[in-house]
């Protein structure tokens, strides 16, 4: 729900059109389509294994996605599939990818040339979401700050954010960006679970996200800012 729900602080009306890149349990695509306004999602993921045994044993974490009539699973790349699309189409793009490791599957779509391509196909209201790698004290430097970074030369806002994943036993870092910041609400203070309950089939099934989480998760360590500030790497395709 961190990927997806956030989006509804920043007061956008509605998501229709969505892009999910990676996901490949359906997790995200399971709280993509919470939202009642969502008419298509296009899940794009490499891996049809990982998909299949995720549909087939994890019915817990996606809880029927697979099987939504608004849901488009695609077995490609998530940049050949983004480039496919008209520009301007999506409301929202969200990557649940693996992090920009050294010749991963997908660290070129950390890089400054596919946020280009993410501003082009997202409509004039966009909003991008992005995991962004571990934000502890030791290794919010790995990754985390290097992709806000290169997310800011491209987007005109950027929002850096992090919460603790059980899972990962690990401080876990996000990006939020805004193709536009005219027509946005700004103010993370107003308390906005009210929107969640408009916007969402039923926001009561959210165990861990609402307006003071939010809240919460906006509000970074000293330490996450001061590398933050001082980050200077770029993320290029020819320097990943």
């Given at each position: 729900d961190l990927l997806q729900n956030t989006c509804t602080f920043f007061n956008i009306s509605s998501y229709y059109f969505i892009l999910l890149g990676g996901g490949g349990e359906g997790a995200t695509a399971r709280e993509v389509l919470r939202h009642t306004s969502v008419t298509e999602c296009i899940m794009a993921d490499i891996d049809p294994v990982v998909c299949q045994a995720a549909k087939d044993h994890l019915q817990q974490w996606h809880?029927?996605?697979?099987?939504?009539?608004?849901?488009?699973?695609?077995?490609?790349?998530?940049k050949k599939i983004l480039e496919s699309y008209p520009d301007g189409y999506f409301d929202a793009v969200i990557l649940d990818l693996s992090d920009p490791l050294d010749y991963g599957p997908c660290y070129t779509l950390y890089a400054t040339e596919f946020y280009n391509l993410c501003i082009q196909k997202l409509s004039a209201n966009g909003v991008f979401v992005t995991q962004a790698g571990p934000a502890s004290v030791h290794a919010c430097t790995d990754c985390f700050t290097a992709i806000h970074t290169t997310l800011k030369q491209v987007f005109p806002y950027v929002s850096a954010?992090?919460?603790?994943?059980?899972?990962?036993?690990?401080?876990?870092?996000?990006?939020?960006?805004l193709t536009s910041t005219e027509t946005f609400e700004f103010d993370q203070k107003s308390d906005k679970d009210a929107l969640l309950v408009e916007r969402l089939k039923d926001s009561s099934?959210?165990?861990?996200?609402?307006s003071e989480t939010h809240q919460n998760m906006f509000k970074l360590p000293k330490y996450i800012r001061k590398h933050l500030a001082e980050e200077k790497r770029i993320i290029c395709e020819d320097t990943p």
């Open positions: 809880q029927g996605a697979f099987e939504d009539s608004r849901m488009t699973l695609i077995i490609d790349d998530a954010y992090a919460t603790h994943i059980p899972s990962f036993t690990n401080l876990w870092g996000f990006h939020l960006a099934l959210l165990r861990h996200y609402d």
